[in-house]
């Protein structure tokens, strides 16, 4: 039978707004898997697991079903990490913070270890190769990022 056909099945024993969440990926060795768009719709979608197995198993491509296991991957699309994945490639996020971002935030953080994490992280983020310097009111002065511009008085 086909993975739409067990959806089908599966979504007429749930509310309808639920149904339209999730999806059968496979049925194999007792094991119903299941995508389901969020973590949200995954929770409630647990709440109805005690009775929701019972009238699974009473439909015939669903008897020998033990145990339904969820996933939240929204269905209808792969995800890029489980493709990268299948692929062998390792991928990293495609807009990694920027280390001031990150030092602002260790700047307002009272909990010393976790400040001290988030400075740890901060020195592995990429940095922009040049800012532009307005304090002077002159946007062509560029300086390394992260670095700080001092006043000298005027002797």
């Not at 049925?27 to 768009?37: A, F, K, Q, T």
């Not at 280390?99 to 001290?116: H, I, M, P, S, V």
């Amino acid at each position: 039978m086909s993975r739409d056909a067990w959806s089908a099945q599966l979504r007429a024993l749930l509310p309808r707004e639920m149904g339209a969440q999730c999806q059968v990926a496979n049925v194999r060795d007792h094991i119903l898997s299941v995508h389901i768009n969020n973590a949200a719709w995954a929770t409630r979608f647990r709440l109805l697991l005690p009775d929701l197995l019972p009238r699974l198993n009473q439909l015939a491509d669903f008897a020998a079903v033990t145990e339904i296991r969820l996933k939240v991957e929204p269905f209808g699309q792969q995800s890029v990490g489980s493709q990268a994945m299948r692929d062998g490639v390792h991928t990293r996020s495609p807009n990694p913070p920027h280390r001031k971002t990150l030092t602002d935030l260790a700047g307002t953080l009272q909990y010393d270890q976790l400040r001290e994490a988030i400075l740890r992280l901060a020195s592995h983020a990429d940095l922009p190769t040049t800012t532009h310097d307005s304090s002077h009111g002159d946007p062509a002065v560029s300086r390394p990022a992260g670095e700080e511009t001092l006043e000298c008085p005027d002797s």
